[in-house]
């Protein structure tokens, strides 16, 4: 009965595990790594980028988001929507193309990949007669057009990727009709561009690498006339009406053809925009109509090659205005949105895809500004050096952040978001959240984490405070008056830092008091508050000796930065009141701040401390470093000597572990029974507990043994039982733990007492403890002396790394945050209870009642395969099928890329899942955990992957792109010039016809949902009823 009762509680266990935790990731935040192609669907308002990793992604509407991986490891170079449909198609670098499509299913979208197609050439061909070089998706929506390296031009029927062969234009077919004079002189290369004619969809532009275009009749397949360009072809457009074509050349020149007639011989005209001296190619080129004005002409490069040629432009030219958008980074492609119902209306927006990010111009707006991108955003604009998260943000203190951020986006459009296809489905976010990212430069960046997009919200600058080598006047977004080219900057991203010891390495926000401390790379700590006005003022800097007066210690790092004395304009947002001065000028590693008691904390690798920031005052200074830890003085930029010291203490293990080997064998026949004895004991433990390894002793002689990993503030039981007072903690890279009681004068008295850091009474208080077991052996003990005595010392045996503290309340449940209860979003804690200590080293997870600070339980992390606690956070778990019932627990990430979760109180693994790749070191170490089980890291230095393990919060999208309707008016065409009779479709037999457009419709009613089918199978009936009644009346006539 007990066994099946276990088994029972097992199950029961299990059930309430599934709904508590589930594993997702669920979108990614940012800018594409590496984007390589971009492609645009104008009837679906959809915007596709291709990367170099394989990755197909889709935007529309804010919140409207997809994406797809293709199988292969291949690079994506060109994206191209069919015309009028939900289907796209891909061409890799391996020659592959790709069909995909959105295919609705229980009322969501979803890109699913359709098919895969590479040409085929004849037996014995070379790969360049088959090497696709140019695709054109053809306005039937049932062609593609391949040009080739060969010079072949491949017709290919899809979505079935069926290959015409009968309908294939050869490159003997184009030269046979090329006069003699000229294909006498060059060969025609590589197609380089396929362009369809915009009134007559029969008539195709070929251009050829060497310069050749042949317009190709597809009715007749024939050409029908021949244009001779002198110089490499670039690029091809066919303007609105059809009679003239737009090439662009290498030599940065761009030439206007008369389309239609007979042979051309001359260009109508040609232009070299930028100058008599060599420039660089002009890559693509467009010419876009205006109702009342001349037209718009908009080309990427063309730049004089000597003197700009590192230059990413577009130049933009309408009626009497020439710009040059100057870029970030290299330009991948662009695209213009144009207005009207059908779309042929005035350009109305630039969209740009360089390398680094995505910028949309507003056309219509005088001065052409940018407009603000609710996704896509450059995370990277500066290297992002750390993140925080803050959950459940109040109303007041969004709306002053959002406040703030709005007065610095006075230069952008007001017009909304161009891209606008899809509808969001996704419920409005249950909460406000806030990811707070600090980056290289010294600024800090938020963002609205609350739904699919990661929308900016405000940014602050900490690089005012200090002198660094920036002008103030040096105004990068104007050019200089009468410039040619007439360059315009645009674009945020700019990885260049002008002083790396600016950079934000923590951050820590009170979101109930608006209060936030930032700290950098050269021991800087500010302390900030929110401020609706601008204000002048001077901050000065506090220092802090964290070496205590220890000599023998030479600092061989950065220098600390060079505080500005006089007073410096803050703008409205966030402001510095309090600077506090670490020397020597480490990383900061560990920062906290409690808003209710005025005090922030921090450490380095040479010790922590405590500030008053009302008083301005340091209440605490603690030295932890090791005498024997000259690594420690040197700093990160001072890396050859801890490589050398790495091997040497790798070398010196290695010895050790031979000499004790051999001393083994020597004894090994004197106590070979008692290591049998002692195998059998292991082994029996190794039963009971089969994930768990014996933790070995690390030596204190380990590098950076002093560095503070965490540090904490609780309100809990130190002295004794009965008296709770305020306590800060903290633990190192050498497993040992500091706690200090803290005495904070009554509240009136606040501003004028000061907040006293109170000594240990006795010795006793001071604890070893070694390898998960606790020990008060005096021998294991190290009498502190004062003034500096804490109240508690934990020192772990196997001295892994500290890398959280948590103290639980009488419930068990974690304390919650400053000024939390007094916000009534949490309960009080419960003090009636004894309190624990939870401590959470990369090894293992501890747990010590309180005040006597005796070990109670522990879990050791598996570590058969080397695993390591990495990132920790609490959470709160809520059930998905009971909005009453939750746990906290400990959310893990480990050196493996493995997520766990571990109960609390009772530290008891409940779920691990895969997370990270462990080879992604630096997506491991920019994890960071929100209070309700989700989690970013980086898969990229511009992209955030969000993952959840909660059961009930979950943010993903959810959204629905339907099938464009084509009206009668969409899918008739202006009327051709000089008697073109118009054409709705490609010529072909009547049967070809009838068999075509079955076999279209069979496709769509198998990848679309059942709404879709029923609408096509309604109009199918309809066109044979009207079809039946025509024929009966052709029979009675």
């Keep these: 009965m007990k066994r099946f009762r276990r088994h029972g509680q097992e199950s029961q266990r299990d059930r309430l595990k599934q709904e508590l935790f589930q594993f997702n990731k669920t979108v990614e935040h940012g800018f594409p790594h590496q984007p390589s192609a971009l492609g645009y669907s104008p009837s679906l308002q959809l915007l596709a980028i291709g990367t170099r990793s394989g990755a197909i992604k889709l935007y529309g509407a804010p919140g409207v988001e997809f994406m797809g991986l293709h199988d292969e490891n291949a690079a994506v170079t060109q994206v191209h929507f069919l015309p009028h449909q939900v289907e796209l198609v891909t061409l890799l670098d391996d020659n592959s193309l790709h069909m995909w499509t959105l295919k609705a299913h229980k009322g969501l979208s979803e890109l699913l990949e359709i098919g895969r197609f590479t040409l085929t050439g004849p037996p014995g061909a070379p790969p360049s007669v088959t090497r696709v070089t140019a695709v054109l998706a053809h306005s039937s929506g049932e062609l593609l057009l391949l040009g080739t390296e060969g010079g072949h031009v491949f017709i290919v029927e899809v979505p079935g990727f069926r290959e015409l062969e009968e309908r294939n234009i050869s490159l003997d077919q184009v030269a046979s009709s090329v006069p003699d004079d000229y294909i006498g002189r060059r060969n025609l290369e590589h197609v380089e561009t396929l362009q369809e004619n915009p009134v007559d969809p029969n008539l195709i532009v070929i251009g050829y690498g060497r310069g050749l275009m042949v317009i190709w009749n597809l009715e007749k397949q024939k050409a029908v006339q021949h244009i001779p360009a002198t110089q490499q072809l670039e690029s091809m457009w066919w303007t609105e009406d059809g009679g003239h074509l737009l090439s662009s050349h290498s030599d940065g020149s761009y030439c206007r053809w008369m389309a239609g007639g007979e042979d051309v011989n001359e260009e109508e005209k040609s232009d070299i925009p930028y100058g008599h001296f060599p420039c660089k190619a002009i890559s693509k080129i467009i010419q876009l109509p205006t109702e009342t004005g001349p037209p718009f002409l908009l080309f990427s490069g063309g730049m004089p090659r000597a003197s700009y040629g590192d230059r990413h432009c577009i130049t933009v030219i309408h009626s009497k205005i020439h710009v040059a958008l100057d870029f970030t980074s290299r330009i991948i492609d662009f695209f213009t949105i144009r207005g009207g119902p059908q779309h042929t209306g005035d350009p109305s927006a630039l969209v740009v895809l360089v390398e680094e990010e995505l910028v949309v111009i507003d056309l219509q707006t005088e001065g052409w500004p940018v407009i603000q991108t ?169 220092v802090v000796d964290l070496l205590q007066g220890q000599e023998g210690f030479r600092w061989k790092g950065h220098t600390q930065l060079d505080v500005r004395q006089e007073p410096v304009l803050f703008p409205p947002g966030f402001q510095p009141f309090a600077l506090v001065q670490c020397q020597p000028p480490a990383v900061v590693t560990a920062l906290t701040l409690h808003s209710e008691w005025k005090l922030v904390a921090f450490g380095t690798s040479h010790g922590f401390g405590l500030y008053d920031y009302q008083q301005k005052n340091n209440v605490l200074v603690r030295c932890t470093l090791n005498p024997s830890d000259q690594l420690a003085m040197e700093g990160p930029l001072s890396r050859v000597k801890s490589i050398k010291k790495s091997l040497r203490q790798s070398f010196r293990r290695i010895r050790r572990s031979r000499v004790s080997l051999r001393k083994h064998h020597v004894n090994n026949a004197a106590k070979l029974q008692d290591a049998n004895a002692r195998l059998e004991a292991e082994l029996a433990e190794m039963e009971l507990a089969p994930v768990q390894r014996k933790i070995e002793a690390r030596s204190s002689d380990d590098s950076f043994t002093g560095l503070v990993r965490t540090i904490y503030f609780a309100d809990s039981f130190l002295s004794d039982s009965s008296h709770n007072t305020p306590s800060l903690w903290a633990g190192t890279n050498g497993g040992c733990v500091f706690a200090y009681m803290l005495r904070l004068p009554a509240v009136e008295r606040r501003a004028d007492e000061p907040v006293t850091a109170a000594p240990g009474k006795n010795p006793q208080g001071i604890l070893g403890g070694g390898g998960g077991e606790m020990s008060t052996s005096s021998s294991r003990c190290n009498v502190l002396l004062p003034p500096l005595v804490p109240a508690k010392e934990i020192q772990l045996m196997h001295r892994a790394p500290v890398v959280g503290i948590v103290v639980l309340d009488g419930h068990g449940a974690p304390l919650p945050e400053p000024l939390e209860v007094a916000h009534d979003l949490a309960r009080s804690p419960d003090m009636q209870g004894s309190h624990h200590l939870v401590v959470i080293s990369e090894e293992q997870f501890k747990v010590f009642t309180l005040p006597k600070v005796s070990a109670k339980t522990k879990l050791k992390l598996t570590a058969v395969d080397g695993s390591r606690v990495r990132r920790v956070g609490v959470a709160w778990f809520g059930s998905s099928r009971s909005e009453d019932y939750g746990e906290s627990g400990l959310v893990v990430l480990t050196n493996q890329g493995d997520v766990h979760v571990v109960s609390l109180p009772g530290v008891k693994m409940q779920v691990h899942y895969p997370c990270v790749r462990r080879e992604d070191v630096s997506g491991i170490a920019s994890c960071v955990f929100t209070k309700h089980g989700q989690g970013f890291y980086l898969i990229s230095p511009s992209e955030f992957e969000r993952f959840s393990v909660s059961a009930r919060y979950l943010v993903e999208p959810r959204c629905l792109v339907e099938v464009p309707v084509r009206t009668g008016a969409a899918t008739q065409r202006r009327p051709p010039p000089d008697g073109v009779p118009p054409a709705h479709r490609l010529p072909s037999a009547d049967g070809e016809a009838a068999e075509s457009a079955a076999r279209r419709v069979m496709e769509h009613a198998l990848l679309n949902d059942e709404k879709v089918l029923q609408e096509i199978q309604e109009s199918l009936e309809g066109e044979q009823t009207s079809l039946l009644e025509n024929n009966v009346k052709n029979a009675v006539a």
Aim: include cysteine; aromatic fraction near 8%; glycine fraction near 8%.
């Design 374 to 542: 609710p996704y896509l955003v450059p995370l990277h604009s500066s290297a992002i050096t750390c993140s925080h998260h803050v959950s459940a943000i109040p109303l007041k203190l969004w709306e002053r952040v959002l406040a703030a951020g709005d007065l610095q986006s006075t230069h952008y459009s007001k017009k909304p978001w161009p891209i606008t296809g899809g509808q969001n489905l996704a419920p409005d976010p249950p909460q406000r959240d806030l990811l707070l990212t600090g980056h290289e430069d010294g600024t800090v960046r938020f963002w609205d984490a609350s739904g699919v997009c990661l929308y900016p919200m405000y940014k602050l600058s900490t690089s005012g405070v200090f002198h660094t080598d920036t002008d103030p006047n040096d105004n990068m977004n104007q050019g200089t008056e009468g410039e040619w080219p007439p360059f315009r900057k645009v674009g945020c991203f700019d990885p260049y830092s002008d002083d790396p010891r600016l950079g934000i390495q923590k951050i820590h926000l009170c979101k109930y008091s608006g209060y936030l401390t930032v700290a950098g790379t050269a021991g800087q700590i500010l302390v900030l508050e929110l401020n609706d006005e601008a204000a002048e003022q001077t901050v000065e800097a506090k």
